[in-house]
């Protein structure tokens, strides 16, 4: 079974306007920690922002919000005030708390386009 | 600062021919991975190490080996290159801890024809 589904395989949003990317996850374990990245044209891999199981607000950083609903198993991220800049892949992952190589494990990815 | 840098960035194989994809990081993290990007898709794990001398295999080991000799480097290596393992493969690291993004290289985008 999928552990990270990411149900939006491309999206439009206008400049200045704000999105909602979705994420989904899968864990039976109660301690975990979600993480979004971008990955622009030019191929690298950017962290944006985290999310532990037992943080009691949703994490925000800068323009980057995560809508955290722990209950529903969603981790969405939502990107406030859209830029050309912002026109790239986006990727969802999660680790678990029990994982002793420390490792993340992906969605498929949300593509962006902004649109002027 | 150099974080985790990959060498080749760019390289074309035969079918058949063996290669190792570089990696090394300065940050001394204790864990190291790689990755394999398909067009299109997202990161699947190949192989990680918690820490020099130790490595496991990932979601997708076949055809890939790999060592970890000191804690900055962990090469990758391809015997036998097979055209499905045409891909961008990123080296990435991180210190321990729930919270602790990883840190990823530029990516190798590597063709097998």
């Known amino acids: 079974a999928q552990k990270i589904t990411q149900t939006q395989p491309g999206m439009f949003v206008q400049e200045k306007e704000a999105v909602t990317l979705d994420c989904t996850y899968d864990t039976s374990d109660p301690s975990y920690g979600l993480f979004w990245y971008k990955q622009p044209s030019s191929g690298e891999m950017i962290f944006l922002i985290y999310q532990g199981s037992y943080d009691q607000q949703n994490a925000t950083e800068g323009r980057y919000s995560l809508n955290f609903q722990k209950a529903r198993k969603s981790a969405n991220l939502v990107i406030s005030a859209s830029q050309l800049g912002d026109s790239a892949m986006y990727f969802c992952a999660m680790r678990e708390g029990n994982n002793a190589g420390n490792m993340l494990t992906f969605g498929g990815g949300t593509r962006l386009m902004v649109k002027p | ?113």
């Not at chain 2, 840098?5 to 035969?14: G, M, S």
């Not at chain 2, 490595?55 to 076949?62: A, F, L, R, S, Y």
């Open chain 2, 1 to 113: 600062n150099a974080g985790v840098t990959q060498t080749p960035k760019f390289r074309i194989l035969k079918i058949g021919q063996s290669m190792t994809l570089q990696c090394t990081q300065d940050m001394n993290h204790n864990y190291m991975y790689w990755y394999r990007q398909d067009p299109g898709m997202g990161l699947k794990l190949i192989y990680y190490s918690v820490g020099a001398g130790i490595t496991d295999k990932g979601e997708v080991p076949n055809g890939y080996n790999v060592s970890r000799s000191t804690t900055e480097d962990f090469p990758l290596r391809l015997e036998l290159a097979a055209p499905s393992q045409t891909s961008v493969y990123f080296c990435a690291s991180s210190p321990r801890g729930l919270n602790q993004p990883q840190h990823f290289g530029d990516g190798t985008r590597l063709s097998i024809l």
